[in-house]
């Protein structure tokens, strides 16, 4: 028996619909029967959650903050649906989706491009167009004009093979934070049909994480950051080497020995029967301030002292990379 098959048993005796669909999609070896699917999609669609998320529509169904606004702006809301599952190719948010499409398309865009090629290097924030791509491809909600921010992505790719929003003409190298999640982005795009081949660049973002072993420094072998080490859910565009594990294991790149420490590190921070821990969270509930504010308490799933959205991604990335068994 697996010492992770107590913690299995225990999320799919939970009541969040989100939970259960990724243990049975994601975690388990037998494919689920289509009809639990469907019932589970469908629970997550009525689920008090998504009603939360959604909370702050507008009858045309747009929301009315700036759509970066964090948590609550369109932008953020649909990264969420897409990191929970929200069923494929609801009309319902279409409102949505062209809300932040004419937002990071338009003209002046969320950065205006006159300033931010310094010393021949790119400096933007491509977790948006990366979390754009993301949430759009998995929702299935990718129009053609998908592939426009997509386009954006590779022209603003550094040589190293990241990006980063550093304006000072001495940065060089890529940001973590920004080079996840484009690089989520490129994977969920690549398996568009008929997508352009973006196999190119994500290899080369890939290097960016793989080369450092997923959070250690090239020239010294220790941490980048404290905060890679510290776990926290939801990810938003917060790099730790938990959510570098779990971009990487959608590109199909767990098999890359240079995943082994991070993944070592992983399972030790196993709590028997519980799960996995948030050492942090990068949110709140009041409504007194707008900035990082969310209805959601995604604290609230909980198996233990263990967050279970957290556990249930952890046990995906240990599933991709062979060690869920051991």
Known sequence: MSRYSKVIDRLLALENPIVRLKVLTQVLEEPPPKRDVVRLEREIR????????????????????????????????????AEIMYPRQDEAL????????DWILGEEGPEARADRLINGLWRIHASMQGNVVFALVNLGLATTRVGKVVADLLEFQWPDGG???????????????????????????????????????????SEVLLSRRLLFRLSNGEIIDEDFVRLAYPYFYFYTYLFGLKVLGEGGLL???????????L???????EGFKADRKEYHHSQQRVHRYTPVRWEAAKI???????TTDALIVLRQSGRLGR
């Open 46 to 81: 009525e689920c008090p959650l998504v009603r939360e998320l959604l909370s702050g529509r507008r009858d045309d169904g747009t929301i009315p903050v700036a759509p970066y606004t964090k948590w609550n702006g369109a932008h953020w809301v649909l990264v969420a649906l």
């Open 94 to 101: 279409q409102p949505l989706r062209e809300q932040v499409l």
């Open 163 to 205: 990006w980063n929003c550093d304006k000072s003409r001495k940065a060089h190298k890529s940001s973590f934070n920004h080079t996840v999640v484009a690089l989520r982005g490129l994977i969920a795009y690549g398996r568009t049909p008929g997508a352009p081949d973006t196999a190119g660049a994500i290899q080369r973002a």
């Open 255 to 265: 098999g890359d020995p240079r995943c082994a420490a991070a993944l070592d590190l």
């Open 267 to 273: 399972e030790s921070r196993y709590v028997d029967g």
């Open 304 to 310: 233990g002292a263990a967050n279970a959205y957290l």
